[in-house]
C-alpha cells in the first residue's frame, strides 16, 4: 500500500543538526512532491517546506530558510529534511507529507511523525 | 503570509448532531483550501479538497463548502470516532498555512 515510513525519534542538544528520513512505497516517487509539516507539542500544524521529487525543486517557509535543507535520494525513493542550528523552540514532531501531485496541493499521505527533543 | 482562522476553537455535541466549522483565510484563496483531521497522537488525515472535494474513502458525513474566503465543514451526523481536532489549510499562496485547529469531542 502506499505509505511513508520516518525514521525514529531523536534526542539533539542546542546548536547541534538532525536530519529526518521519509521512505516512500507503493506509488511513484518521482511523481508526487513531498512537504514536511511539524508540530509543536499542544500546538498546531506548521508547514516548513515543500520538494519535488521530480527535478529536486524546493521551496522552505521564510522563518526556516538558511537553516533548513530538504532533498531526496529517488534510488531509495526516500526524502530527507535537514534542520542546523537546532533550538529548543524546535522540539515538534515533524511529518512528511505527500503532495496529491507534482505541484503544491492537498497532502494526501502522511508519515506517522518524528519527535525531535532539542534539550540540554 | 495569509493568515487562517476557525471558529469554534473547540465544541462539544451529542452523537448523531450536525456539527459545522468555520475557516476564513485573510485573503481571497479561490478554492485553494482543504481540510484534515487529526487524532491525539497520530498524523493528520487528509478529508476534504479543493473545498468540496471528498477524498476517497473517506464518509459521506463529511463534507466542505466555500470559495474565495469563507469556507465551511460539516459533519452531518457526528460520530464517537469523529472527536479529533479539525484544520483547515490553504496552499494557494505560499507559505502554505494552516487554521489554528478546532478541537471537537462528545458532549
Known amino acids: 500500500q502506499v505509505q511513508l515510513v520516518q525514521s525514529g525519534a531523536e534526542v539533539k542538544k542546542p546548536g547541534a543538526s538532525v536530519k529526518v528520513s521519509c521512505k516512500a512505497s507503493?506509488?511513484?516517487?518521482?511523481?508526487?512532491?513531498i512537504s514536511w509539516v511539524r508540530q509543536a507539542p499542544g500546538q498546531g500544524l506548521e508547514w516548513m517546506g515543500w520538494?519535488?521529487?521530480?527535478?529536486?525543486?524546493?521551496n522552505y517557509a521564510q522563518k526556516l530558510q538558511g537553516r533548513v535543507t530538504m532533498t531526496t535520494d529517488t534510488s531509495t525513493s526516500t526524502a530527507y529534511m535537514e534542520l542546523r542550528s537546532l533550538r529548543s523552540d524546535d522540539t515538534a514532531v515533524y511529518y512528511c507529507?505527500?503532495?496529491?501531485?507534482?505541484?503544491?496541493?492537498?497532502?494526501?499521505?502522511w508519515g506517522q511523525g518524528t519527535m525531535v527533543t532539542v534539550s540540554s | 503570509d495569509i493568515q487562517m482562522t476557525q471558529s469554534p476553537s473547540s465544541l462539544s455535541a451529542s452523537v448523531g448532531d450536525r456539527v459545522t466549522i468555520t475557516c476564513q483565510a485573510s485573503?481571497?484563496?479561490?478554492?485553494?483550501l482543504n481540510w484534515y483531521q487529526q487524532k491525539p497522537g497520530k498524523a493528520p488525515k487528509l478529508l476534504i479538497y479543493?473545498?468540496?472535494n471528498l477524498e476517497t474513502g473517506v464518509p459521506s458525513r463529511f463534507s466542505g463548502s466555500g470559495s474565495g474566503t469563507d469556507f465551511t465543514f460539516t459533519i452531518s451526523s457526528l460520530q464517537p470516532e469523529d472527536i479529533a481536532t479539525y484544520y483547515c489549510?490553504?496552499?494557494?499562496?505560499?507559505?502554505?498555512?494552516f487554521g489554528p485547529g478546532t478541537k471537537v469531542d462528545i458532549k
Open positions: 507529507a505527500r503532495e496529491r501531485g507534482l505541484e503544491l496541493n492537498a497532502f494526501d499521505i
Open positions: 507503493g506509488y511513484t516517487f518521482t511523481s508526487y512532491g
Open positions: 520538494i519535488s521529487a521530480y527535478n529536486g525543486n524546493t
Open positions: 485573503q481571497d484563496i479561490s478554492n485553494y
Open positions: 479543493d473545498a468540496s
Open positions: 489549510q490553504q496552499y494557494d499562496n505560499l507559505p502554505v498555512t
